[in-house]
């Protein structure tokens, strides 16, 4: 069979690299397609990739593995949607494109959804695999163990707090935080990690840059896969975004700024001035670690590491039971737009 690894954004990498592993240890056909954009991002060059559309269509794919929201219609495989996080609440997340066949979902939080909007749509497939970038979690959760150690070690810290907000205009808790965060660098046992995601405001990407280079107890990472991050981190400060889960699933407190989910489970705070008073109480005391147990067992409940064995399995079976599509049939605006989406005339 041949496999197409789909890639839009650079947070697609560690989402695919575990699956990309399974195809080659069952020495299968694979290529990474990916947009103009990575092409000084992409960290696998040694492996079998291409930035041309018309490559990936002559590929002739029996299937694609998509992290994102949208793939070419017209490609052949079973267009395959394996997500890109875990924030059921953020809009768009269960919105049907009708540009998959199937969707490979994380847990029964997910599943449960989708499932009852195939009723209507009855066009996809639903099966229930957990999410591959978690893989690491079963396998190598202490892979980072002295990387921390030598960074706690190096900056006199004994915490390590990781901030992640989301991108999104409407959610993110950049610009609220900031001055909080100045103030909490001021404890200098805690040592703070930023990462921002690649869509991020420019001006707030300055300004904490600036944070950074002021001081010694903050770093600013650039590394794209934000998984060595969530493995080292001690406490996570976000918002409304799906990096919350993730952590979250490692058993380790976190702290949001109004976060719109409808069921919080964690430490939300409403005001910015309540941070420094919230990190300290939660690496103390840490009180929602009861809570913790139902969003493992909801949203992610595979420890084994082998949800990316389960997606390619789930594949091979679809393509069993029902074949491989040519293309995929799409009403036509929105044919139109993946043909200008993907610059195809």
Same mark, same amino acid.
């Given at each position: 069979?041949?496999?197409?690894?789909?890639?839009?954004?650079?947070?697609?990498?560690?989402?695919?690299?575990?699956?990309?592993?399974?195809?080659?240890?069952?020495?299968?056909?694979?290529?990474?397609? +990916?947009?103009?954009?990575?092409?000084?991002?992409?960290?696998?060059?040694?492996?079998?990739?291409?930035?041309? %559309? =018309? @490559? !990936? $269509?002559?590929?002739?794919?029996?299937?694609?593995?998509?992290?994102?929201?949208?793939?070419?219609?017209?490609?052949?495989?079973?267009?395959?949607?394996?997500?890109?996080?875990?924030?059921?609440?953020?809009?768009?997340?269960?919105?049907?494109?009708?540009?998959?066949?199937?969707?490979?979902?994380?847990?029964?939080?997910?599943?449960?959804?989708?499932?009852?909007?195939?009723?209507?749509?009855?066009?996809?497939?639903?099966?229930?695999?957990?999410?591959?970038?978690?893989?690491?979690?079963?396998?190598?959760?202490?892979?980072?163990?002295?990387?921390?150690?030598?960074?706690?070690?190096?900056?006199?810290?004994?915490?390590?707090? +990781?901030?992640?907000?989301?991108?999104?205009?409407?959610?993110?808790?950049?610009?609220?935080?900031?001055?909080? %965060? =100045? @103030? !909490? $660098?001021?404890?200098?046992?805690?040592?703070?990690?930023?990462?921002?995601?690649?869509?991020?405001?420019?001006?707030?990407?300055?300004?904490?840059?600036?944070?950074?280079?002021?001081?010694?107890?903050?770093?600013?990472?650039?590394?794209?896969?934000?998984?060595?991050?969530?493995?080292?981190?001690?406490?996570?400060?976000?918002?409304?975004?799906?990096?919350?889960?993730?952590?979250?699933?490692?058993?380790?407190?976190?702290?949001?700024?109004?976060?719109?989910?409808?069921?919080?489970?964690?430490?939300?705070?409403?005001?910015?001035?309540?941070?420094?008073?919230?990190?300290?109480?939660?690496?103390?005391?840490?009180?929602?670690?009861?809570?913790?147990?139902?969003?493992?067992?909801?949203?992610?409940?595979?420890?084994?590491?082998?949800?990316?064995?389960?997606?390619?399995?789930?594949?091979?079976?679809?393509?069993?039971?029902?074949?491989?599509?040519?293309?995929?049939?799409?009403?036509?605006?929105?044919?139109?737009?993946?043909?200008?989406?993907?610059?195809?005339?």
């Amino acid at each position: 069979m041949k496999f197409v690894l789909f890639c839009q954004y650079p947070y697609a990498f560690g989402i695919l690299e575990p699956i990309m592993q399974v195809l080659k240890e069952r020495k299968q056909d694979y290529l990474w397609f +990916l947009t103009e954009n990575l092409k000084e991002s992409f960290p696998f060059q040694d492996e079998p990739h291409t930035f041309d %559309l =018309e @490559k !990936l $269509v002559s590929y002739n794919s029996d299937a694609i593995f998509c992290p994102g929201n949208e793939v070419p219609h017209y490609v052949r495989g079973v267009k395959t949607q394996i997500f890109h996080g875990l924030a059921g609440e953020k809009k768009g997340h269960f919105k049907i494109r009708h540009y998959f066949d199937l969707y490979l979902t994380q847990g029964p939080f997910f599943t449960r959804r989708f499932n009852r909007m195939r009723r209507r749509h009855r066009n996809y497939e639903v099966v229930e695999t957990g999410w591959p970038k978690l893989d690491i979690y079963g396998k190598k959760a202490d892979k980072y163990n002295s990387d921390k150690a030598t960074l706690l070690e190096k900056h006199k810290a004994s915490k390590m707090i +990781l901030y992640a907000p989301t991108f999104s205009p409407s959610l993110t808790s950049g610009s609220f935080l900031l001055k909080e %965060l =100045e @103030k !909490l $660098v001021q404890k200098k046992d805690y040592l703070i990690l930023i990462k921002f995601h690649d869509k991020m405001a420019a001006e707030l990407i300055q300004q904490y840059r600036k944070l950074a280079a002021d001081n010694k107890n903050v770093i600013f990472e650039e590394e794209p896969n934000i998984v060595k991050f969530l493995l080292m981190a001690d406490l996570l400060i976000s918002d409304t975004s799906s990096v919350v889960y993730e952590f979250l699933l490692l058993d380790k407190p976190v702290i949001t700024f109004r976060n719109n989910s409808e069921n919080i489970l964690w430490s939300d705070i409403k005001d910015a001035s309540q941070l420094q008073q919230a990190v300290e109480k939660n690496l103390q005391q840490d009180p929602y670690r009861e809570e913790r147990k139902e969003v493992i067992s909801s949203y992610h409940p595979y420890s084994d590491g082998k949800s990316a064995e389960r997606m390619v399995d789930a594949v091979e079976q679809y393509i069993a039971e029902h074949g491989v599509p040519e293309r995929r049939r799409l009403p036509f605006l929105r044919r139109r737009k993946m043909n200008r989406m993907f610059r195809r005339k």
